[in-house]
Every structure is written in structure tokens, then in C-alpha cells.
């Protein structure tokens, strides 16, 4: 009698009667049943949070690598970060300082002046502090041609300090309108706006300015605006 007849002539109210070959096949079967749900339940689960490892791992050994090469190359940051601040502080020293402002807007009129530029108005404002330079914006108002104005800018650029000059608000038209003179040549142009120069601070300015904005020991916290 083959397997197969022994399986459909199986009783089974009479588990214990059943042919020795038969009963090791499904004891195996249970046995296999019972090993592939602990490693669907278990041990699949265990092998995700292995992989999941395993990439943190990588990740992590990377983020060491990276780090290590910084502290082994941390001396020659810090030179270089060294090397930069200085170089921007010497560009910094090559901006007028604040005892020059005053030659400075006067070496600017003269500039325009030689140029052969009518200046009808250049009134400096008040100073706007920064982090590590001032700004000093100036109104102006100044008749001449183009080839006036492009020697102005050649004069201000031969200047013996570095001047920036920043255009803000800035208009160039030609001249005929209000506020224009008369029996002005062809090809007069009126440049009216506000530009901007600058400076650099001094130690103490810029020690001032850094002071301010940390914040106060046992400052009271600003009271909050009552609404309309």
C-alpha cells in the first residue's frame, strides 16, 4: 500500500493507529508550520530592525569619518578662518574711517566740481550703524552730461581712500524739467536720488554695537501690547 492510499485511509478518530510513515510527515509538517510563523512573527521582524541597524551603522560610521577628517584638519581651519578675518579686516581699514567722513563728503563735492558738474544739492543724513561698518546715506541733486558724470566717477575712484558709492532710488533724466536752469547746453541730465557711502568702525564702536545686542542680565521682559 503506497503513501498516498495510507493518507486517504486515514481514521481520524484513531490518531494512535495511524501508519508510523504517516505520522512523521505531519509531525514534520507541524514542526515546519510551526518554525516558518516564529520566523514570519519573529524572526522577520528581528532581520528589519537588523537591516535598519546596519544602515544607521553606515550612516554613523560616515558622520565619524567626516568628523575625524574636520579634527584632523582643525588646525588648518582655524588658520584659515584666522587668515580671513584678517584680510577682512584690512579691507575694512581701506574704507575711510570716521574722522575722515568729514574730507570725505568734501572730497566728493570737489570731485563733482572738477568734473564740471553743478551740484544744486547733496545733504548727508544721519549714520545707520551695522555690525562692522557704517552706512551714511546722502541726498543729492546734480546737473551735467554724460561724459561730466563719468569723469565724477572716475574722480571719486582716484580718490586716496576707497569710497563706495551705493545707488538707491537713483533716477538720471534729461534736464528741462522743474528745479532745471536755463539756457542749459544739449544733452544736460539732472541725476537725483540718495546714495550711500561707507565706513569702517573703530574698536570701540564695534565693541559697543556687539554689546548691545546681547542680552541683559536681569533685564524685565518688555510688556506685551495691549490690543485697540
Known amino acids: 500500500m503506497s503513501f498516498l492510499d495510507d493518507l486517504r485511509n486515514l481514521d481520524r478518530n484513531n490518531i494512535g493507529g495511524w501508519p508510523t510513515g ?4 505531519f509531525a514534520i509538517l507541524i514542526i515546519a508550520l510551526i518554525l516558518f510563523f516564529g520566523w514570519y512573527f519573529k524572526i522577520s521582524a528581528q532581520q528589519e530592525e537588523l537591516e535598519t541597524a546596519r544602515h544607521q551603522e553606515l550612516s554613523l560610521k560616515k558622520d565619524f569619518a567626516d568628523k575625524q577628517a574636520k579634527v584632523v584638519n582643525l ?5 584659515q578662518l584666522a587668515d580671513m578675518q584678517e584680510m ?6 581701506q574704507l575711510p574711517s570716521k ?3 568729514p574730507e570725505l563728503l568734501n572730497n566728493i563735492t570737489q570731485a563733482a566740481l572738477s568734473a ?4 544744486q544739492l547733496f545733504q548727508p543724513g544721519g549714520e545707520i550703524m551695522k555690525d562692522f561698518y557704517a552706512e551714511k546715506p546722502i541726498q543729492l541733486r546734480m546737473l551735467g552730461n554724460y561724459h561730466q558724470f563719468g569723469t565724477f566717477i572716475s574722480n571719486v575712484a582716484s580718490l586716496p581712500r576707497v569710497v563706495i558709492l551705493t545707488m538707491h532710488d537713483v533716477s538720471l533724466k534729461p534736464a528741462g524739467g522743474p528745479g532745471a536752469k536755463s539756457g542749459n547746453a544739449a544733452g544736460q541730465l539732472i541725476l537725483e536720488g540718495t546714495v550711500k557711502t561707507y ?8 565693541a559697543a554695537i556687539q554689546a548691545a545686542k546681547r542680552p541683559q542680565k536681569g533685564a524685565a521682559p518688555a510688556p506685551a501690547k495691549k490690543g485697540a
Open 75 to 79: 588646525d588648518a581651519y582655524r588658520k
Open 199 to 206: 565706513r569702517y568702525l573703530d574698536d570701540e564702536e564695534a
Open 116 to 119: 564740471g558738474i553743478e551740484t
Open 99 to 101: 574722522t575722515e567722513m
Open 22 to 25: 504517516v505520522k512523521a510527515f
Open 88 to 93: 577682512l579686516q584690512t579691507m575694512l581699514r
